[in-house]
């Protein structure tokens, strides 16, 4: 059983993030980077896996040459190997080009099973696992909270809505987009540490790969959400200010 | 639990590499998700967080510098940056860490024989077994040349007798590392728990390192095998080499301790308002100690981190280590008291880490070397006359 996990390196929950000089993109300065939260689950899952039914784990980041430091950590937390699709502008992407990216990486390795997170934690898509599925023919499974091996394939829970769950089997090779929380996140020893040091890491280019960038909506200004005060005089008699109140209260402000 | 965001004021994270900064993050996640939820209750109890050794052992944080028997061959950064994290936590955990590590499995590691290294590095490393170290006496502390636990041989055996105190771990210890005078001057043995002779009795009413055990020894015709004398560990030059790496972990671990109250200040000063709705973070008396810690602990990181790069470089000398441990000892001990000031009476609390530091430093500034001792370590080193013989 070949898993291949596709990670993404973003900036730490916890930043203080500022708007760069350009307007258009935070600045890295000072900014630690982690893995995508919920690809930290999806390869969780991935080394459980393993545990549980042999074979390898291959990590897959498409990111800057920065983005070694959170493959490292993926290889000390027990990926066997990393492929590094090096890009310094993952902006320059849309959804498919960056998918397109990965799945011409992901084709030369066959693999059984590829999982992501559902989302990244900087743009928050959603849309990179669901397009590499349909780019690599393979069928998919979105918002997923448990995965089960059984004979004929991979049986997973999927989160709908409300309180309420599916529950779908799929055939392999598949690709699903893990959930957080699905699993206890393992640390990184220090002795996994020590040994990722001399684990493999081969470098692939988008040029290589195939692909350029392009389709990215142009992002024209990037601004910390403006708090301010807002007063307004509902006219008219009792009864067609409480009316229009309770419309403002409902829809606008979402009050009631 | 909100994540630990670190202290560095200086780009100071540009001179770690990207090892040293993944050792950082798992010690970091384990100290905010292990320790940090439950270290009040086990201060306030006076009992060690449950498991542990276990749980250390684990990560790899035992011994963590060591090479083989399941050690993770650290550098010294990358060892002094987990002793940083786990006293960030709480003085008593890195405490645990620092004996098991540099003062059981080192002295057995450097002078012990395969044997002995086969026996008991792995269990010590993995948590399944825990040590401790037994110099001091209750009439030998800083003067540990003066001992009067004496071992002597009969036979096969040798036969301990006297007493040691002060001891970390020394009642849940599966072995002590012991120093006693022989016929052939200090020796150092190891001692397993049950040896009949040999009883640890754990002291009561400390004020200080609740959260930690700290036991007296006593040997009374303990009887233990010649194959337990630990053969290179020959003077008290072996046990000083013992403490010169428990106090290069020192010397990081209390930036830890400083680091924790520095922020807890900070964030709590940034939010507390007093005299015209401000905060009190606006008022330059405020300021002004924020200002102290901040720069105090900034030359403490580029202290340790620098012997820390020496000792990889085998250049580090014990008159540099008492500097380090002496002058973090010092510094994180007065942010201790800065930050408790600038809590005001919330400070007192046990809710807030300072008041919890502040009892645990008192004890760091005087094992492992006195303040004083060190003080004339640096003294002979730069005058070349010995003031405290």
Request: charged letters at 25%; proline letters at 4%; hydrophobic letters at 40%.
């Amino acid at each position: 059983m070949k898993v291949i996990v596709a990670i993404k390196q973003v900036p730490s929950r916890d930043s203080r993030l500022r708007v760069d000089g350009s307007g258009r993109w935070i600045d890295p300065t000072d900014l630690t980077a982690e893995i995508n939260e919920p690809d930290a689950y999806a390869l969780e899952e991935a080394l459980q896996w393993k545990e549980k039914h042999g074979g390898e784990v291959v990590v897959l980041c498409a990111g800057p040459a920065g983005a070694t430091q959170t493959i490292r950590d993926a290889l000390a937390k027990g990926a066997d190997r990393a492929l590094h699709i090096e890009e310094e502008n993952l902006t320059a992407y849309d959804s498919l080009r960056l998918a397109e990216l990965l799945a011409a990486a992901i084709r030369a390795e066959q693999p059984d099973l590829v999982l992501t997170g559902l989302q990244s934690d900087d743009l928050g898509y959603g849309q990179t696992g669901v397009i590499l599925a349909e780019l690599l023919g393979m069928p998919h499974g979105t918002i997923i909270m448990q995965t089960e091996k059984t004979a004929a394939g991979i049986r997973v829970k999927r989160e709908l809505e409300d309180g309420w769950f599916q529950f779908v089997e799929l055939p392999l090779p598949a690709l699903l987009t893990i959930q957080s929380g699905i699993n206890k996140l393992r640390y990184s020893t220090l002795m996994g540490i020590k040994k990722a040091k001399s684990k493999e890491i081969k470098a692939l280019t988008p040029a290589a790969l195939g692909v350029t960038p392009g389709g990215a909506a142009p992002l024209e200004k990037l601004y910390a959400p403006q708090r301010g005060k807002q007063s307004r005089l509902i006219e008219g008699d009792a009864r067609k200010q409480a009316a229009e109140l309770v419309e403002i209260l409902k829809h606008e402000v979402r009050a009631i | 639990m909100a994540t630990f965001r670190g202290v560095d004021y200086m780009h100071l994270d540009s001179l770690l590499s990207e090892q040293e900064l993944l050792v950082r993050q798992t010690a970091r996640r384990f100290v905010d998700e292990q320790i940090q939820p439950v270290i009040r209750d086990s201060f306030r109890d006076g009992k060690p967080p449950a498991g542990l050794a276990r749980q250390m052992g684990e990560l790899g944080f035992l011994g963590a510098n060591l090479d083989g028997y399941g050690c993770a061959g650290m550098s010294s950064v990358e060892y002094g940056l987990v002793m940083l994290e786990l006293e960030r936590g709480d003085s008593g955990v890195r405490s645990f860490a620092s004996v098991q590590g540099a003062l059981v499995m080192y002295p057995i590691h450097a002078y012990g024989t395969e044997e002995q290294r086969q026996n008991w590095l792995p269990r010590l490393q993995s948590g399944e077994a825990v040590g401790c170290f037994g110099l001091t006496e209750p009439g030998f502390g800083s003067n540990p040349a003066g001992m009067t636990t004496t071992a002597r041989r009969d036979g096969g055996h040798w036969v301990l007798n006297g007493e040691k105190t002060w001891i970390t771990n020394g009642s849940v210890a599966d072995v002590a590392v012991v120093w006693a005078r022989t016929e052939q001057g200090i020796h150092g043995f190891l001692v397993e728990r049950c040896t009949p002779g040999f009883s640890a009795s754990e002291l009561h009413g400390k004020l200080s390192m609740r959260a930690s055990v700290t036991s007296s020894l006593a040997f009374s015709d303990c009887r233990i095998p010649s194959a337990n004398q630990l053969p290179a560990a020959k003077g008290l030059k072996a046990a000083l080499g013992c403490l010169t790496q428990a106090r290069f972990g020192i010397g990081w671990g209390v930036i830890g301790a400083a680091m924790d109250c520095y922020e807890s200040a900070r964030q709590y000063t940034t939010i507390r308002k007093q005299f015209d709705d401000k905060p009190i973070a606006a008022h330059q008396l405020v300021q002004e100690k924020l200002a102290w810690m901040i720069t105090e602990i900034t030359k403490a990181q580029l202290l340790a981190l620098h012997c820390g790069r020496l000792k990889d470089q085998g250049k580090l000398e014990p008159a540099h280590v008492s500097m380090l441990k002496r002058n973090n000892v010092a510094m994180a001990l007065e942010c201790a008291r800065l930050s408790r000031d600038l809590l005001g009476a919330n400070g007192i609390m046990d809710e807030y880490p300072m008041m919890r530091h502040m009892c645990n430093l008192e004890t760091v500034k005087t094992y492992e070397g006195t303040d004083h001792i060190h003080a004339l370590v640096i003294g002979e080193k730069v005058t070349g006359i010995a003031a405290y013989k």
